[in-house]
């Protein structure tokens, strides 16, 4: 099972910017797409962005289309989230999480993601 440690969240003006990392260990990287998912507050986890295991693929969530970007290094294990133009409704949780294989379909399938990290906390203020 791999293992996956978010980093880099934290508060930032609407209109800023973020970067989160994700941090894999434990398996080898390169077997697993890569998903990321945030929670609001009284709501479901949703679908953010979700990368295929050469990051030739990215997949993105029509609320954070041309905002964000989801990029991979194997070499480090590692998946980020860029996060731009950010407004007060991206304020929640960000999970990144670990499908072994493909990208699963749906890709927006929590039940099919084989890891989880801890999350990060985003928080936007306008």
């Known amino acids: 099972q791999v293992q996956l440690v978010e980093s880099g969240g934290g508060l930032v003006q609407a209109g800023g910017s973020l970067r989160l990392s994700c941090a894999a260990s434990?398996?080898?990287?390169?077997?697993?797409?890569m998903g990321w998912f945030r929670q609001a507050p009284g709501k479901e986890r949703e679908f953010v962005a979700a990368?295929?295991?050469?990051?030739?693929?990215?997949y993105y969530a029509d609320s954070v289309k041309g905002r964000f970007t989801i990029s991979r290094d194997n070499a480090k294990s590692t998946v980020y989230l860029q996060m731009k133009s950010l407004k007060p409704e991206d304020t929640a949780v960000y999970y990144c999480?670990?499908?072994?294989?493909?990208?699963?379909?749906?890709?927006?399938?929590?039940?099919?993601?084989?890891?989880w990290g801890q999350g990060a906390q985003v928080t936007v203020s306008s």
């Open positions: 990368i295929n295991r050469s990051g030739g693929n990215t």
């Open positions: 434990g398996r080898t990287f390169t077997l697993y797409s």
């Open positions: 999480a670990a499908d072994w294989g493909e990208l699963p379909r749906p890709i927006a399938n929590l039940a099919a993601y084989d890891a």
